[in-house]
C-alpha cells in the first residue's frame, strides 16, 4: 500500500508542510525533510522550483527563483533525494509545475520518483482532462498518486469527479487566492469547508492555501482530514534558517 | 491539414488550457460561452459599429509604390498603423470589452509588455467606464515611461510586476494571479493570440478583421481576393493570426511569420521563439517557448518590446511545425534599417515590430507578379526613443 493511503488510515489529524527544493541554500533539502519528519510532521510536499509558478504567491517564487539561481534542477532534486528513504519513513510528494517534468520526459520523471521512493505528485497546472487521457497509465505503472486541486467554485458535479478519479487524497485549496495572501479564516471559509465535509467524499481532504499557524491549522482541520503550510514555513526558513524547524511544528501541533 | 482549433482547444498537437485548478471556473465559463456570444448578432452589430466609429476601420490597403519599384514586386501595406490607439490591438480589446460586459464582469484585468495591449485595454475600459487594472514588469514600466501614462490618463492603474525577471512574462503571470484571486467578478483581457484555450481562437476571431477586410480590398484593387504572400511579425502573434487567419485554408496563398532574431539567433539574446523554443508549457498553452534544458523558461531579447515573447501563439506552433507558413528571422539591425527605409520610401513610421516583417524583403526575392500584403501593425510614434537612440537623430 502507498504511504500516502497508510498515512490517510491513521486516525488523527494531519500536518502536512511544503517547502521549495534547494532554498534557503541548495543543499538544505534533505536535513529539511529529516527534521520535519523528526518533530512529527506527518507529510511533506517538496516544492520543485519553476521559473513561473502561476499558482503561487510572491512567497514561494521568492524562494523558487533563490533555488534556481542557486542552481536547482530535477536531475540535481533526484540526487540530493537518492538516499532519502534511508533515514525518512513519512509520505513524500513532489509538488511542482508540469513544464520541467514535461522536459524532463512524464516517464521518466515518474521512474526517478519511484526508485527514491516518492509517493504522490501534485502539479497544479496539469487538468485533469490530460491527466486521465495521457497520463495516468504512467503514474500508476510507478505506483504514484496523483493530488488533484479543488477550489470554493469547483461545482459539485466536478468535486464528485475528482473524487471519483482520486486514489490519495483531495488538495482542498481554502479559498480563491494564491499561497500565501491569507491571515485567517472567515465564515466564507468555514461554510465552504462545511459543504464539503457534507458531501462525503470518498477521497479525504487535505486543506491548503492560507494555513499559517496554529489557530487556522485547528480551523481547518475541524473539518478535514488535514492541513498544509507552505508560505508560513518558507518564512520561517527565510528567519531561521534550518535550525529551528522543531520550534515552528510544536507552535503549530 | 486543420488550422482551425479544434473541440478540445488544440491546434495539431498545440494549445489546450494547462491550468491550474483556481482558474478552471473561469476559462471553463468563457469556453463555454465565447461563441455563442461573439456570434450572437447583436454582439457583431455593436463589435462592428465601434469598429467602423470608434477604431476607424476598414484601415486602409495602400498600394506601396516606391517600395514597390525598389524590390521590383508588389506590395500592399495593410495600415493597422492607422487605428484608433496606433496599432491592430484594439481590435481585440473592443471585442473582449464587449465579450466582458455580456459575462456581467465589472472589472478588467490585462497584462502589458511595452504597452500597447495596456493602453488599449485602458481605452476601452474608460469608452465602458468600467474598472481597468494594468500589470507591467518593473523594469518595462521604467523602459516606457510614455504609454505609463497615457494608461493613466485614461483611467487605469498600472501595477508593477516585480517577481521574476520583471517583464511581460511576469505582468502576464501576475495577471493571472490576480484573476486567481477574483474569481467571479473579473474578466482577463489577454492581448495576443496565446494562454489558454478559448483565448487563442478568441483573439485570433476579434483580429481576423484584418484578413477579412484585405480579400475585399484586394479584390477590388487586384481582381482577386488571394495575394501570393501574407507577411507579419510575430511575437505572441496576434496581429499575423489576424492577417492569415481567412487565408489558412487557402493553401495558394504563402504566410510569412516574421520572428525577432534580436542580435542574431546564436547569440544569447534573442526571441525566435521557433528556431530556439522547444514544445513546453507557457501560461496555460502548450506551445513552442524559450526555455533552460531543465524547463525553466528563459528571457528573450529584441529591440521591440512587442516581440520579446518567450513563446509563440499555439496557432502560430502549429503553422510552424506543419510548415504551413515560413518562419523568417530578423535581426534587430535588419529591422531598424527597414523601419527607416519604409519611412523614406512611404512617409510612413512604422512600429520596430511592423519593421521586422518589412526587413524580409532584404531577405527573400519576390518575382516582379507577386501581389504581397504586409500587415502594418502599428505605428512608430511610441519606438521613437528607440529610432532616436539607434540612428543617433
Known sequence: MNRINQKLEEDKKLLSIYFTAGYPQLNDTVSIIENLEKSGVDMIEIGLPFSDPLADGPTIQASSTTALNSGMTSEMLFNQLKNIRKTVSIPLLIMGYFNPMMQYGIENFCKKCAEIGIDGLIIPDLPVREYTEKYKAIFEKYGLINVFLITPQTSDERIRFVDEISNGFIYMVSSAAVTGSQSGFGNVQEAYFKRIASMNLKAPQIIGFGISNSETFQQATKFAKGAIIGSAFVNHLTKNGVNSISKFVEAIR | ?393
Open chain 2, 1 to 393: 491539414m486543420n488550422y482551425f482549433v479544434d473541440e478540445n482547444g488544440y491546434y495539431g498537437q498545440f494549445g489546450g488550457a494547462y491550468i491550474p485548478e483556481m482558474l478552471y471556473p473561469n476559462v471553463e465559463e468563457l469556453r463555454r460561452k465565447y461563441l455563442t456570444i461573439m456570434l450572437d448578432p447583436s454582439f457583431q452589430k455593436e463589435f462592428q459599429e465601434l469598429l467602423k466609429e470608434y477604431v476607424g476601420r476598414p484601415t486602409p490597403l495602400y498600394f506601396a509604390k516606391r517600395l514597390s519599384e525598389k524590390y521590383n514586386t508588389k506590395i500592399y501595406l495593410k495600415r493597422e498603423d492607422l487605428c484608433h490607439t496606433g496599432a491592430h490591438k484594439v481590435n481585440n480589446t473592443i471585442g473582449q470589452i464587449l465579450m466582458a460586459k455580456r459575462l456581467g464582469k465589472t472589472r478588467i484585468i490585462a497584462e502589458t509588455g511595452a504597452g500597447q495591449h495596456g493602453v488599449a485595454t485602458a481605452t476601452v475600459c474608460a469608452l465602458m467606464g468600467i474598472e481597468c487594472i494594468v500589470y507591467m514588469g518593473e523594469i518595462d514600466i521604467a523602459r516606457q515611461a510614455p504609454n505609463v501614462a497615457r494608461m493613466k490618463m485614461l483611467g487605469a492603474t498600472v501595477v508593477p510586476a516585480l517577481s521574476g525577471s520583471r517583464t511581460l512574462k511576469d505582468a502576464t503571470n501576475e495577471a493571472i494571479r490576480d484573476w486567481i484571486n477574483n474569481p467571479v467578478d473579473t474578466h482577463y483581457i489577454i492581448g495576443s493570440v496565446v494562454g489558454p484555450h478559448p483565448y487563442p481562437d478568441m483573439v485570433a476571431r476579434f483580429q481576423s478583421v484584418i484578413s477579412e477586410e484585405i480579400k475585399k480590398q484586394l479584390l477590388e484593387k487586384e481582381g482577386t481576393e488571394n495575394p501570393d504572400y501574407v507577411i507579419a511579425c510575430v511575437g505572441g502573434g496576434s496581429n499575423a493570426a489576424g492577417a492569415f487567419y481567412h487565408y489558412l485554408d487557402e493553401e495558394s496563398v504563402q504566410l510569412i511569420a516574421v520572428e525577432a532574431a534580436g542580435l542574431g539567433i546564436n547569440s544569447g539574446e534573442s526571441a525566435a521563439t521557433s528556431i530556439l523554443g522547444k514544445e513546453g508549457i507557457i501560461h496555460g498553452s502548450k506551445t513552442l517557448l524559450m526555455q533552460t534544458e531543465d524547463g525553466q523558461i528563459t528571457e528573450p531579447y529584441s529591440i521591440s518590446a512587442g516581440l520579446d515573447y518567450p513563446g509563440v501563439g499555439p496557432l502560430h506552433a502549429h503553422l510552424c511545425e506543419s510548415k504551413r507558413a515560413d518562419f523568417i528571422a530578423v535581426t534587430d539591425d535588419e529591422a531598424m534599417q527597414a523601419g527607416l527605409e519604409l519611412c523614406k520610401l512611404e512617409g510612413i513610421i512604422p512600429a520596430i515590430e511592423s519593421s521586422h516583417a518589412l526587413a524580409v524583403f532584404k531577405k527573400k526575392e519576390f518575382k516582379k507578379n507577386d501581389v504581397i500584403v504586409l500587415n502594418l501593425s502599428g505605428r512608430g510614434d511610441k519606438d521613437l526613443d528607440t529610432y532616436i537612440n539607434y540612428f543617433k537623430l
